[in-house]
């Protein structure tokens, strides 16, 4: 995924016809970077920005698109700890700036 890649996800279809097809989501008003992120709680990712190796590292980490994460330490403009599937992650501000989420 590049920065100028439009917001598309891929669903497979379960059953008789399994195949893939393209859909386009819309990415939610209310949705900010991680960063910018004051309170702690439980954050829903809604984007990831970056390079296709930003996006592999991200997703290796579990930090994709519909993950609920808490965030454990809100510092805006510095690190910030996420816990995400039972683990802990430090993530420095250029990362958290590019991870968009929404409250949930």
């Not at 917001?7 to 949705?31: M, T």
């Amino acid at each position: 995924m590049t920065k100028n890649h439009p917001d598309i996800s891929c669903h497979c279809l379960q059953g008789n016809d399994q195949h893939c097809f393209l859909q386009k989501k819309p990415f939610p008003v209310d949705a900010h970077p991680l960063s910018e992120f004051c309170c702690s709680g439980r954050v829903k990712v809604c984007k990831i920005n970056g390079d296709r190796k930003t996006c592999a590292r991200m997703a290796n980490l579990g930090l994709i698109p519909g993950t609920v994460m808490e965030l454990l330490c809100p510092h805006q403009g510095r690190q910030c700890m996420v816990k995400v599937n039972g683990g802990t992650i430090s993530l420095d501000s250029l990362t958290a700036d590019n991870i968009f989420v929404t409250a949930v």
